[in-house]
């Protein structure tokens, strides 16, 4: 008997029956679906028992995965995790995704009433990656395009991220991303850095203070899920530090919010769009 898997939002993957369109590609991408379903890595008896699948079955389907780069094993060689391939697919997705013109707008509507660039961006592995950024007219500024990357571990961004994670998920992600020192006020001491993300939970918000680049400051805060899941959208606003200190970056909190929140309006509307179609 042929079966497939089949992903309910908020429920455990599981087996159901064949249906129309069932195919060994699906089967694949079915598998791949329940492996981002949640942070962590899998074994093969892990994706047996979670699946219900015969382990002939998800060993060669995770072998056909592992050759095609869309997943990879672990240290241990037992278990699996998402590959490079599938990673830079997720993140094509969202740079090129068709909420990208009134994102664009809300970002360009912020950098007019700041006067400061803006960028939106998502973590990517242990990396922050740049979805979008308009740029201050101001002739002293810093160029990071769409696409650039920065570390996760001393970006404004970055923190706000590792925040909304557990200790444990964050331990993981950082032992693969040593913790460089890019600049003389990058945190490279692991209890230091889990002080500042205590304290970015609890304010709402991250600075990166020269952390990253000299000169440069950068204020960040979360853009809503909308229904308390964790969000992998935030926006920031980066200048010189001649021209934005920590106290005056603070008192440019409401606009980033309130941008914060449009952005998080028009995901909403995208997934009520879809859900009518």
């Given at each position: 008997?042929?079966?497939r898997?089949?992903?309910?939002k908020?429920l455990?993957p599981e ?5 129309p369109?069932?195919?060994?590609t699906?089967r694949l991408?079915?598998?791949?679906e ?6 962590q890595r899998?074994s ?9 699948m015969?382990?002939?079955?998800l060993h060669?389907?995770l072998?056909q995965?592992e050759s095609?780069?869309?997943l990879?094993r672990?240290?241990d ?5 998402i590959?490079?391939?599938?990673r830079?697919?997720?993140?094509n ?13 809300v970002l360009r509507?912020l950098?007019?009433?700041i006067?400061e660039?803006?960028?939106l961006t998502?973590?990517?592995g ?7 950024r308009v740029?201050t ?7 990071l395009?769409s696409g650039?990357?920065?570390?996760v571990h001393?970006s404004?961004?970055g923190?706000?991220?590792?925040a909304q994670?557990?200790?444990?998920q964050r331990?993981?992600l950082?032992?693969s ?10 945190l490279t001491?692991?209890q230091?850095?889990?002080?500042e993300?205590?304290r970015v939970r609890?304010d709402?918000?991250?600075?990166d203070n020269e952390e ?16 308390d899941a964790?969000s992998?959208l ?7 530090i001649m021209?934005l200190?920590a ?6 909190l409401?606009a980033l919010q ?6 998080s309006?028009?995901?909403?509307d995208a997934?009520?769009d879809?859900a009518?179609?």
């Amino acid at each position: 008997m042929i079966r497939r898997m089949k992903i309910v939002k908020g429920l455990a993957p599981e087996i159901s029956e064949s249906a129309p369109g069932d195919t060994p590609t699906m089967r694949l991408f079915g598998l791949l679906e329940v492996m981002a379903a949640k942070d962590q890595r899998y074994s093969l008896q892990g994706l047996v028992e979670q699946t219900g699948m015969p382990k002939p079955t998800l060993h060669r389907m995770l072998q056909q995965l592992e050759s095609a780069g869309l997943l990879q094993r672990e240290g241990d060689g037992r278990h699996y995790g998402i590959g490079t391939r599938l990673r830079r697919l997720a993140e094509n997705l969202l740079l090129n995704d068709s909420l990208h013109g009134a994102r664009h707008t809300v970002l360009r509507q912020l950098v007019e009433e700041i006067g400061e660039s803006c960028n939106l961006t998502a973590l990517s592995g242990s990396e922050v990656v740049y979805l979008d950024r308009v740029e201050t007219a101001a002739p002293l500024r810093f160029y990071l395009h769409s696409g650039s990357r920065v570390p996760v571990h001393c970006s404004a961004s970055g923190k706000i991220f590792l925040a909304q994670m557990s200790p444990a998920q964050r331990r993981r992600l950082l032992s693969s991303a040593p913790l460089e020192a890019y600049t003389a006020k990058t945190l490279t001491d692991p209890q230091a850095l889990e002080e500042e993300v205590r304290r970015v939970r609890k304010d709402g918000h991250a600075i990166d203070n020269e952390e990253f680049l000299p000169g440069l400051l950068c204020i960040a805060t979360l853009v809503p899920s909308g229904d308390d899941a964790p969000s992998n959208l935030c926006i920031a606003v980066q200048a010189p530090i001649m021209r934005l200190d920590a106290a005056k970056a603070k008192s440019l909190l409401p606009a980033l919010q309130r941008a914060a929140l449009a952005l998080s309006r028009i995901d909403a509307d995208a997934g009520t769009d879809r859900a009518q179609a």
